[in-house]
């Protein structure tokens, strides 16, 4: 069947994490659970999603994170789901094994300095790792969309980051553009709709924190002082 008519992402529901920071410190990263809040929020970003679905079924590929896995099972997609994918390459940027807050905070804040595309973290990933590893994933999209009984409908259950580092790789940003972007809130859907020829355009584009083009370079960005 060739490219889906529509590839969904969603950010996955509130995160234990994302109540309380200090969680990172005794908890490893992937096995960090949804709060209470973070199941409502996907079980209403699921109702919402059927709706768009109106009956279609749709292939999922979920990072192997506990959120993402939780966001998911409360979306609760049912029969609309052909299959559903583990897919690591999805998962959120490595920060640490565990986090010690005070490190952390003190590289976020060298990351504000220097970028958030290429500072990496002592014991993680840079921005632009995780972009090869979506690089790399969309390859294999590609590979599976040639498949005649593919779904018109793919679902790509992520993180924040990955989903914007995903729409950069996709509609070839640039990192001066990436920069300016916040990340989507929790459970809040992003689609990709394909066009009558053939191209995607976005359906909500994500805020940004400082104004700036899709095709501005670096030579656009404030000038450092040395």
């Known amino acids: 069947m060739g490219a889906p008519e529509r590839i969904f992402m969603i950010r996955h529901g509130q ?3 994302n109540a309380d920071t200090t969680i990172y410190n ?3 990263d992937y096995r960090i659970p949804l709060t209470e809040r973070g199941v409502e929020e996907a079980r209403l970003a699921g ?3 059927r709706r768009r679905l109106d009956g279609e079924q749709v292939c999922v590929y979920v990072s192997p994170y506990l959120r993402a896995y939780q966001t998911l099972e409360a979306m609760n997609l049912g029969s609309l789901v052909e299959r559903v994918i583990e ?3 999805l998962r959120e ?4 094994n565990f986090q010690i807050a005070g490190e952390i905070e003190d590289q976020k804040e060298l990351r504000n300095l220097y970028g958030h595309f290429f500072y990496r973290f002592r014991e993680g990933e840079s921005g632009s790792d995780v972009y090869d590893r979506v690089s790399s994933f969309m390859e ?3 590979r599976h969309w040639q498949k005649p ?3 018109p409908n793919t679902l790509l259950v992520t993180h924040g980051l990955t989903m914007r580092l995903f729409c950069m790789r996709w509609f070839h940003w640039t990192v001066e553009y990436f920069e300016s972007l916040n990340n989507p809130e929790n459970a809040e859907l992003r689609t990709l709709i394909k066009n009558d020829d053939d191209q995607y355009s976005l359906d909500i584009p994500f805020s940004q924190w400082v104004p700036r ?5 670096v030579l656009h960005a404030p000038r450092m002082r040395f």
């Open 15 to 17: 995160s234990a994490a």
């Open 26 to 28: 005794r908890v490893p």
């Open 47 to 49: 109702e919402k999603l």
């Open 87 to 89: 897919e690591p390459r």
């Open 93 to 96: 940027q490595d920060w640490a």
């Open 140 to 142: 294999t999209l590609y």
């Open 149 to 151: 009984s593919y779904v």
């Open 213 to 217: 083009e899709v095709d501005d370079s």
